[in-house]
């Protein structure tokens, strides 16, 4: 067999060119030293047009999250782990185990192939440590531009365990509200690292897979209703969807929601609320309220959820409002916003 | 329940905004009046992170593929029906029956919905067509200037019966090479569309989904050992892909190839070889030669397969040549180009 090309790829100097998404030997090269030599499974080296699976005998969860986030890299991550570590998240809050990831790429030209490999590193990274495979991918590529440096979509699939019902729509009146740890870390992280912040920062983005702590959570609470991951619109319109699909109303203890000092600042000094920026490794949990110490304890024990805490509570509410009751006393109403103050957070 | 939005989408004169991917109430109402409203049904009603799918029993196959063709609309058919068609066929082209798809969507700013709203109902119209549920999906949108009106990256996900054994390295020395139709249709389609042609074409893009046409082929030849469908790079990057995952050579009539008149003319006009051109809705078929008569049977009785030929077979070859007997009597190589001379044509 001759070889397909006459010299590897440039990974330092290189930069990605409209034949390499042209179905070509070129886009072959960038496959084979690039997708499938970091990623590297049985699947992927099928070298189909898609990947054939095991055997799976049970109920499928199936999740999908196209990445756009701006810059490609920022503090404690980059659109690589986000990508992986976004789609895992969607099946984990399913209540399901992530098995298998596909990822798809929509690449600019001109994007150097230096940092293009290093996202596919992180990716292989994030979806090693997570026990997730990437098992099948697409390339394609467009002029110079037409997108913006690299978009990634990432689809999931995962299995479900019988007995486990967790959705949006379960939530109940008496039900315990739970948040996994600090709010806002994300979206502070990209607006440093697009030096909106005016100031030195160091939050790094809580991006994380968080598919061991729901294991953690499930297991000693598994009457849990809902699990959701509060990423774009942040805690804010995570908890107001909950609210609409269950029909309920919730309220939340400022006091007990944690936000970091840095965040917090920052927050302050931009007009921005912590409960409407965007997260990438918290969990929000609503479980029957006689689950909810057993549920907390299951959170602090895992790494990523050592200051989770009871947030609030589940309430009859026609009106479906999420309420804050303030560290003064007071009550305010936690709204949906119409849009966000940051596009492009992930 | 207060209502989220004062007034409907504008779907005849509105655009999208950065608000329309940012996680609030304006994404929270494009999602539901358009994407949940055109794809309907009950897993995307349940509104959650992901779709809880039913309990699977067999073995799995993933595909994914990201869309970015341009322009969106074109002879024949459209970016939407494109995108499920092309995942659809991914997932076919293992042997495995179409099931349910992802869809994730990066919108460029300013895209009028009018067109958007178009490319969801040929999406929309598609799938069901095709008995293929849009279960889940995603909405990034990214400013003016950062993508180029609408990427769609479809994932689908089918279920592989036991017996079923085809894959690309699968193809052995006496094989028969069987192809479902003529070639070149979708790039002409798309070149005509990009005025590229500088001539009137009526030529029609042959997108379309053909798990129908496998479902027909399979039964009638359960031992095809190789199918694919010649999208980028076309037939003579797929033949040549596949002579190289079996390490065997292919030897191709010229003769037996169809090629409408027009795409013939065209490509003789451009300097194209119609080897070379993208096709979404042709099927090249390898299977034991014993078997070729009621594969062809099966193929021309269906009616995405009514030109179906026999077009070659697989020889025993080191070099993993790809050879074309012309109808001259001569021989010619059939190399894998480097790159296409059409980029973006799915």
Not at 14 to 35: K, N, P, Y
Not at 68 to 74: E, I, K, S
Not at 312 to 329: H, K, M, N, P, Y
Request: hydrophobic share 50%.
């Amino acid at each position: 067999m001759t070889p397909l090309y006459s010299r590897p790829l440039d990974l330092e100097q290189g930069r990605i060119e409209l034949s390499h998404g042209a179905g070509g030997r070129a886009m072959a090269q960038l496959v084979a030293e690039l997708f499938a030599a970091e990623f590297d499974n049985e699947f992927l080296a099928q070298g189909d047009d898609g990947a054939r699976l095991p055997r799976c005998d049970g109920r499928l969860v199936m999740a999908t999250d196209a990445h756009v986030v701006t810059p490609l890299f920022f503090p404690g991550g980059d659109i690589g782990c986000l990508a992986v570590h976004g789609t895992i998240n969607d099946v984990a809050v399913m209540g399901a185990e992530p098995l298998y990831l596909a990822a798809s790429f929509v690449l600019e030209e001109g994007l150097p192939l230096r940092e293009l490999a290093a996202i596919v590193r992180s990716m292989g990274t994030a979806a090693r440590a997570a026990g997730v495979t990437i098992v099948t991918g697409d390339t394609k590529v467009v002029e110079r531009g037409k997108a913006d440096g690299v978009f990634i979509t990432t689809t999931g699939v995962g299995m479900l365990r019988d007995g486990i019902e967790v959705g949006g729509a379960n939530a109940r009146a008496g039900d315990a509200v739970l948040l996994s740890g600090p709010l806002g870390d994300h979206g502070i992280a990209i607006l440093a690292a697009r030096h909106q912040l005016g100031f030195e920062s160091s939050v790094q983005s809580d991006t994380a897979a968080l598919h061991g702590l729901v294991a953690n959570l499930l297991r000693a609470a598994p009457a849990t209703r809902v699990l959701r991951d509060p990423t774009r619109g942040g805690a804010a319109a995570t908890l107001n969807e909950i609210a609409r699909q269950s029909r309920v109303g919730i309220v939340l203890d400022e006091a007990a929601i944690a936000v970091r000092t840095e965040v917090a600042a920052a927050c302050e000094l931009l007009g921005l609320d912590p409960l409407d920026l965007a997260n990438e490794g918290r969990l929000i949990v609503i479980c029957p309220a006689q689950q909810a110490q057993a549920a907390l304890a299951a959170l602090r024990a895992h790494p990523l959820g050592r200051e989770a805490a009871l947030i609030g509570e589940v309430i009859a509410d026609e009106r479906c409002f999420v309420q804050l009751r303030t560290r003064l006393g007071g009550r305010r109403l936690i709204d949906w916003l119409a849009a966000e103050a940051l596009p492009r957070i992930c």
